[in-house]
């Protein structure tokens, strides 16, 4: 029987397809899948899910029966190194309880949320100046869905450099003009929406700045990328440049949020992950990293009438 979490061969084996055509849909985001260590995970649970749903051709959701067991959730989205502790620190406290998340970005994570392959999408595609989201644009990824948006936390994004860089101000003007290697992150994610949004507002030309179209899909990633010295700066959060030891320029503060189905809020599941996020004792071991603020933690910002 294959494993809970297959390799590429293993789920190749598992389709009893090639190899190539494995790696063919992960770059065309169609198969559901994590990169962990560097390697491309498959989890076994959230393949039958793709095969099931793809054999509906995108019909109704999957009922219960056919999402393997009800301590099972699956979740897609943008990422964010205290979600990764919460996750785990649920798995440690609650043995039975699995969330299987993948790292898509936002959009694709609400996608994944309409066609019923995911049970919550990780998401930070809130207006910065209201923190209000744009619900018509949701309900077109969401279509006759009655969703719920919890808010989980709000962190800061900026741009982080080397610890030995000069710069003590930073924006798309400066990088195109000084023509710093910079490090993008890919399309849909909520992180390249606000790179775009601000390249805009200074009206600077993608094309002058170096780099824009070299891509990674996660924060660390980014940092890993300025670490090594493959670029020069890149946006992601302040947590990463602690962790990474970098050199971090504030550019926003931003609401983290996980939309789901009303009826999925009120999984044991759900409530237990809400009652983690909340707890004093996940509190103290995240409060090292810095700069998040929980006050507003598990509240419903927004409910389908």
């Known amino acids: 029987m294959p494993a809970e979490n297959m390799s590429t061969k293993e ?83 609650e043995p039975e309880t699995h969330i299987f998340s993948s790292v898509t970005g936002s959009t694709e994570g609400l996608r994944l ?19 209000e989201y744009d619900i018509d644009a949701l309900a077109k990824l969401l279509p006759h869905k009655r969703i719920a948006i919890v808010h989980l936390f709000k962190r800061e994004l900026g741009f982080m450099l080397h610890p030995d860089a000069k710069e003590k101000t930073m924006n798309f003007s400066i990088i195109a003009e000084k023509k710093l290697r910079f490090i993008n992150r890919q399309q849909g994610s909520g992180t390249r929406i606000i790179t775009e949004k601000y390249i805009e507002y200074e009206k600077v030309d993608p094309e002058t700045v170096t780099g824009y179209m070299s891509e990674v899909n996660t924060h660390l990633e980014v940092g890993l990328r300025i670490l090594n010295g493959d670029c020069d700066t890149g946006i992601a959060t302040n947590a990463i440049a602690k962790i990474l030891g970098l050199k971090f320029i504030p550019l926003m ?53």
């Open 253 to 305: 503060k931003e609401n983290f949020d996980m939309v789901l189905l009303q009826e999925t809020f009120f999984r044991d599941e759900v409530q237990k992950f809400i009652e983690t996020l909340n707890s004093e004792n996940f509190r103290k071991m995240v409060a090292h990293l810095g700069n998040y603020d929980f006050s507003r933690s598990g509240k419903i910002i927004y409910s389908t009438p």
């Open 113 to 131: 949320l309409g066609t019923g392959l995911t049970d919550i999408a990780w998401c930070h595609l809130a207006k910065p100046d209201t923190g």
């Open 11 to 93: 789920v190749a084996e598992y389709l009893g397809i090639n190899e190539k055509q494995v790696y063919a849909l992960i770059k065309a985001k169609g198969i559901p899948c994590t990169r962990v260590t560097g390697k491309w995970v498959f989890p076994k649970k959230l393949i039958d899910r793709w095969i099931i749903n793809s054999a509906l051709k995108e019909g109704p959701v999957i009922e219960a029966s056919a999402k393997g067991s009800s301590d099972d959730l699956f979740a897609a989205g943008s990422n964010d190194p205290v979600l990764d502790i919460l996750i785990n620190h649920i798995k440690d406290g």
